[in-house]
């Protein structure tokens, strides 16, 4: 009986204990489900954003709002058919340096482009534009306008690149830079340092010629504008003005062209302090030997050799600035005038001396004939070992003359008191007669040269400064 109760009771409890079996075991897959349905979802995300990350497909708004991608920009507005009008305006903000060597010229301005490209139209309820910076550029069309002439060029990029995009809800574009270029300029030096240099900066389109695009002035002669405070070290800016025209290229026909003119007038008082004032008082310090007595010929041959000397130092500062062209520029007029000056003071006194050397050879000849002897004054004296004698006193001509200072001794041995002698009187009257002398004894080149050249080198300042200014 207690058997039968057992398997009663035994019966009763399995379906129970095999339902709680598969209850728990149930249980236990569904938290492994729950612990691995995370993990799927998580990394399903993960794979979606990576996607995202990695291709970067979708893009920004604005490019949304300007249907960048749905157009073709390597074409340009209105292919096909008529060219597309580019407006031009431009402020200069500095002319940075003048090279007459290089013959070229630096300037930093503002270029500014303005066209319409209605692919780049949105819709705006405030009809409001929006403005980009320059990483916009490489995906829409802009105009490849370049500076004809130049030699280098750049967009200032501190701190970053110096490039404005704005768009208006109409297709109108604003494209505008800050470059610094060096461009040729043309000169010409026959008027140097006197003269007005006209430059200009061009600019043109590479690509497309007057059939696609046409290249103009904005706002008439008001699109060239200027800082007010432009200044250089070596001109006056006397005037900027916009001007346009047409190149043509053989090859590819017609383009439109604008230009930047300016014109430059030089300082004048550099070279003036520099140039023409010491060339100035090197030819009046020549002038210096013509009242030199002819007999002092080592005063005389230094002071000529010295202004010569000076006059080519001068000549070669000036040429050494210069670019080395072929023709006369005012300044070589100047200096080689004024070099001329000097070179026939030095001619001028090697005539005196020829000519004195013979006068006096005439005069020795004519006194030793009369007196059976040589003889000589005490200014013909002089010309021999560079002392003065009195008049009075005779000297025997010798090959070889004893110099001053051995008569000066021979004198002093003498019994006759000093102040009784007669030499001491002739020094005594020598001394107050020495400017006499000077003058009496020039030589008549001399005395038509004192008057003759300042008067010609006046009369050549009147018609250089007359003709230059």
């Known amino acids: 009986m207690v058997l039968i109760m057992k398997l009663l009771f035994l019966t009763c409890l399995w379906p129970t204990a095999v339902l709680h079996s598969s209850h728990s075991q149930h249980h236990r897959l569904h938290r492994r489900q729950q612990m691995s349905f995370p993990r799927k979802h998580n990394s399903k995300r993960e794979i979606k954003m990576r996607k995202l990350d990695s291709t970067k497909v979708r893009p920004h708004k604005t490019e949304q709002l300007l249907h960048i991608e749905d157009h073709d920009f390597a074409l340009r507005p209105g292919f096909g058919g008529s060219p597309i009008p580019v407006g031009i305006d431009v402020q200069v903000e500095s002319i940075d340096s003048i090279s007459e060597v290089d013959m070229d010229f630096t300037m930093t301005l503002y270029l500014r482009h303005y066209w319409k490209d209605e692919r780049l139209s949105f819709r705006s309820n405030k009809n409001k534009s929006m403005t980009f910076d320059g990483r916009l550029i490489k995906k829409i069309w802009v ?29 109108n574009v604003l494209f505008s830079l800050r470059i610094t270029v060096s461009a040729m300029c043309f000169m010409d030096f026959s008027r140097f340092p006197l003269d007005t240099q006209n430059c200009s900066l061009e600019l ?84 210096v030997s013509f009242w030199i007595d002819r007999r002092a010929v080592p005063a005389r041959v230094s002071l000529g050799i010295t202004t010569v000397l000076t006059m080519s130092t001068i000549m070669t500062g000036v040429s050494a600035s210069m670019p080395q062209v072929s023709y006369i520029k005012a300044v070589d007029v100047y200096l080689w005038i004024s070099f001329l000056f000097v070179f026939l003071s030095v001619i001028e006194y090697a005539a005196v001396n ?101 008067s010609v080198y006046i009369v050549f300042n009147f018609f250089y400064w007359g003709l230059y200014i």
Request: aromatic content about 14%; some cysteine; charged content about 25%.
């Open 204 to 287: 043109e389109s590479y690509a497309y010629n007057e059939d696609d695009l046409m290249l103009y002035w904005k706002h008439g002669n008001k699109s060239l504008s200027t800082d007010e405070h432009i200044s250089l070290s070596q001109f006056f800016i006397e005037e900027f003005s916009a001007s346009s025209g047409l190149a043509f290229y053989s090859s590819t026909g017609w383009y439109n062209r604008l230009f930047i003119n300016f014109a430059l007038r030089r300082h004048i008082f550099f070279f003036v302090l520099q140039s023409y004032f010491p060339a100035m008082l090197m030819v009046m310090l020549s002038w």
């Open 354 to 454: 020829y000519l004195t050397t013979i006068e006096e050879r005439k005069q020795l000849k004519k006194r030793g004939k009369a007196s059976g002897m040589y003889s000589m004054d005490a200014v013909q004296a002089m010309a021999f070992d560079g002392c003065y004698h009195d008049a009075d006193e005779d000297l025997d001509l010798s090959p070889f003359p004893e110099p001053c200072e051995e008569n000066e001794t021979r004198a002093s041995q003498t019994n006759i008191s000093n102040a009784d002698t007669p030499r001491l009187k002739r020094k005594r009257s020598l001394k107050g007669n020495v400017g006499r002398i000077i003058l009496q004894n020039n030589h008549v080149i001399d005395t038509y040269s004192r008057i003759i050249f300042p």
């Open 143 to 171: 105009p490849d306008v370049f500076f004809v002439h130049s030699k280098r060029s750049f967009i200032h990029d501190t701190t970053v690149e110096n490039i404005m995009l704005r768009v208006y809800p109409d297709g």
